[in-house]
């Protein structure tokens, strides 16, 4: 059976189905915000709540600074083995950026209206000066004569020319600087200016806070200096000061002309992404999977369903469609030959059941559990523990077949659910890069899920353009015609059926083929899979999966200083450093991050 015991996190406004129906919905929505990628940074957080700056950074961080962290340069970076060459080149495309910075800072300042606007501009100019001479002699100190000109890339010269054109006012279309006749259309592109500057800064003030606990673990890290720099109280101090003053120059701004400056700081997010990616990196690197594994192994990608890939869970949106389909057909006048009563009797039903589960479910958690806490994993114990649970979700699922609550939906009100289904931020994007991208790749995907009906997982994933080449695994319902009886053709229901499964698709590869594995998941359920997996990654923050997991020796840990360990053991005679059962699952703060990982930014 779903895990009920989901249900009581808060559940969101309901949607009226049709006006017939208004009172009442079987779909709901989230509207709950989800941290940034990776750890929670609170620079940005001293900036006003609501104010411009940080609207546009709490839109744009959760996907790209996943994307520029986990960047082949970034990581070897922090783990403090990136070749010095790679560096060396990096500074140099810097310079050239922070030349073009510098310059727009001066056409900012003279498009300011305002002499403490021009003040602000001109010390952050001075700063960025004080950068590049931080360069320049990092350069003298490995031999590098800085006033050789190294020319900057197509991904360098992209971004300085965005940075030029918007301080010169050439923004859809509007007129240059040079032809604006009052103050106020000249401080319009100042604002627009320092909008499309601002990501830069925060960005690397967020990354410097990343990186900097790294140096705790190397004494001797070949780049203290540069990760120090971003990471000091000078830097976030200047960080700050510009989204002061984006704030400042947004508030006599207009709707359209706010959208604008959002439409730039994103843009500019973008191209620091591009910058970071395009860094060249010749050596062995564990990020991105893509680029890191042997292509001639197959990766596999496995993933669960619901609260890993939705918002929502799906047990709650099929009983749902159960009790308004009841309404329906009470409603419209036809006999109704099903053996229910009224609606509110239903629901009753249905609430007893999650009730029931969720205080059931508590206790087989205490029973499957080891009196100690185990010091390393013990697998074999863990599934055995696990064997307890399975038979309790079997009982759970008869209970509700018994219960006949499934019975009456019709098979097109659920597609009509699937297509209406919401998934977790970044999750769309993950699975239609993947299938964009597919038949250039050596990848299978698969779906492993509890789900009562499959139809309901193809429905969503063909609505957001992601069903090509997906592999779903779940339970079905049994028809008759087009409606539902109540039946559900039971094929996965436990954590033993799910690994079962996943072993089942492994072992049917290609044996003299290797194979490289991945399995996201969420919850209890997936703990066995997660384990079998080369590389487990946990999406969410389920105590229970924690609890249970920690109780039998598995370490949980996120996945950006993961892989930085990884990339710091990684060297050019050995082929992959995830190995399965370790007893090590990553954990990630959204989808973006297992984007960044598995498939690299659209700029790798």
């Not at 960025?128 to 800085?146: C, Y």
């Not at 207009?254 to 439409?263: C, F, M, P, Y």
């Not at 009983?319 to 309404?327: G, K, M, R, T």
């Not at 993947?434 to 994933?461: M, P, Q, V």
């Amino acid at each position: 059976m779903l895990v009920l015991r989901r249900l009581r996190l808060p559940l969101p406004r309901p949607l009226p189905v049709s006006s017939s129906s208004s009172s009442s919905s079987w779909w709901w929505s989230s509207t709950s915000q989800r941290r940034p990628a990776m750890a929670s940074s609170s620079s940005a957080a001293v900036v006003a709540e609501g104010s411009a700056a940080r609207r546009f950074w709490i839109a744009a961080s959760t996907r790209e600074a996943a994307f520029a962290a986990y960047t082949p340069f970034l990581l070897s970076l922090a783990a403090g083995n990136l070749r010095l060459d790679a560096f060396r080149h990096y500074i140099a495309q810097d310079a050239h950026f922070l030349h073009a910075f510098a310059r727009a800072y001066e056409m900012a300042e003279d498009c300011a209206d305002d002499d403490d606007d021009r003040a602000t501009i001109a010390a952050l100019r001075k700063a960025i000066l004080q950068e590049l001479s931080l360069h320049a002699s990092v350069l003298k100190e490995w031999g590098v004569d800085p006033t050789k000109e190294i020319p900057p890339s197509a991904a360098t010269a992209k971004y300085t020319d965005f940075l030029l054109a918007t301080a010169a006012g050439k923004v859809d279309g509007a007129k240059g600087s040079d032809k604006m006749v009052t103050p106020f259309e000249k401080t319009k592109i100042a604002a627009y200016t320092v909008g499309a500057m601002t990501p830069c800064m925060r960005l690397y003030a967020y990354l410097g806070k990343e990186l900097v606990v790294f140096l705790k673990q190397d004494e001797n890290h070949p780049y203290k200096k540069w990760i120090n720099t971003y990471a000091s109280n000078d830097f976030e101090g200047n960080a700050l000061q510009i989204e002061e003053l984006l704030d400042k120059l947004s508030i006599s701004l207009t709707g359209e002309e706010l959208e604008i400056i959002a439409k730039l700081y994103q843009q500019a997010m973008k191209l620091e992404v591009e910058f970071f990616s395009a860094q060249l990196v010749d050596q062995p690197v564990v990020a991105p999977l893509l680029r890191y594994y042997d292509p001639k192994y197959k990766l596999l990608v496995f993933s669960d369903f619901d609260l890993t890939c939705t918002v929502v869970d799906s047990s709650a949106i099929l009983a749902e469609i159960a009790i308004l389909s009841f309404q329906k057909t009470s409603q419209s006048g036809i006999d109704n030959t099903l053996d229910r009563t009224k609606s509110a009797d239903l629901r009753n039903s249905w609430n007893m059941l999650s009730k029931q589960y969720m205080e059931e479910y508590e206790e087989c958690m205490e029973r499957l559990l080891p009196p100690e806490e185990l010091k390393s994993l013990d697998y074999d114990q863990l599934y055995k523990g696990l064997e307890v649970l399975a038979e309790f979700e079997k009982l759970a699922n008869s209970r509700v077949v018994d219960s006949g609550v499934l019975r009456g939906m019709n098979l097109e009100d659920i597609r009509k659910a699937g297509e209406r289904l919401i998934l977790q931020d970044g999750c769309k994007n993950f699975f239609q890069k993947i299938g964009k991208t597919r038949e250039n790749l050596n990848l299978d995907i698969h779906i492993l899920s509890y789900c009562w009906c499959a139809e309901l997982i193809r429905s969503a994933f063909s609505s957001v353009g992601c069903l090509d080449g997906l592999n779903i695994h779940s339970n079905e319902f049994v028809f008759e015609g087009s409606v539902s009886t109540g039946q559900i053709e039971r094929k996965m229901q436990s954590p033993l059926d799910k690994v079962e499964k996943f072993k089942s698709i492994k072992s049917g590869m290609d044996s003299t083929a290797p194979s490289l594995s991945v399995y996201i998941g969420d919850s209890v359920g997936d703990l066995l899979c997660l384990l079998e997996a080369d590389i487990g990654i946990v999406v969410g923050s389920s105590t229970s999966l924690r609890r249970v997991g920690k109780q039998f020796g598995v370490s949980f840990v996120p996945l950006f200083p993961g892989l930085v360990e990884k990339q710091r053991q990684l060297t050019e005679q050995e082929k992959s450093r995830f190995k399965s059962r370790s007893g090590v699952l990553y954990t990630v703060s959204s989808w973006s991050e297992i984007h960044a990982f598995i498939l690299g930014s659209d700029f790798s």
